[in-house]
């Protein structure tokens, strides 16, 4: 499959955008929040709101379909299961024209209301048709998306001491 460099790049800077935001909350979730691409070289910010997480994600995914001839990168929070622990993972979809299909790129995280310290857990994952790349056939995708991490200069500053 193909995975666009537009595509990763903004969901660089949509998970830049999340992690910050989650990165002050002592509880709750991020609202869920869109990166999108104008045609021309800037790129948007959208947030969702709803009265549940559930509604926001679901009018996102909704609004993100409509999107047509331009990169955007959709990011949101979630729990994935490790075992029996409850693990905070932020996921990010992205897609641009000629991909078939939206990748995932997905962090997980402690949030600072759990160890009094926000900080990131294990690598940056790539997730294509449902399965984890690889981290070595990732690399390229990885190296995109911190680029695009990297453009958003309050968590370019922050990214060492949340290692």
Known sequence: MKVGEQALRAAGLALAHA????????DG????LAIVGDGETHLRLFRFEAPTQE?????????MAQV???PW?????????????????LSVDCWEPGMGAPVTVMQRYVPRGTSGRFRLRGPIE????????REAAAARAIELV????LSHNSVAELLPEWQ
């Open 68 to 70: 047509q001839g331009t």
């Open 19 to 26: 992690l910050w935001s989650v990165s002050d909350l002592e």
């Open 29 to 32: 979730a991020l609202c869920p």
């Open 146 to 149: 911190r680029e695009g991490m």
């Open 55 to 63: 509604q926001a994600i679901a009018r996102a995914k909704r609004e």
């Open 73 to 89: 990168a959709f990011a949101r929070d979630g729990i994935i299961r490790e075992g029996e622990e409850p693990v905070d993972i």
């Open 126 to 133: 790539v997730v294509i048709d449902g399965r984890v790349v």
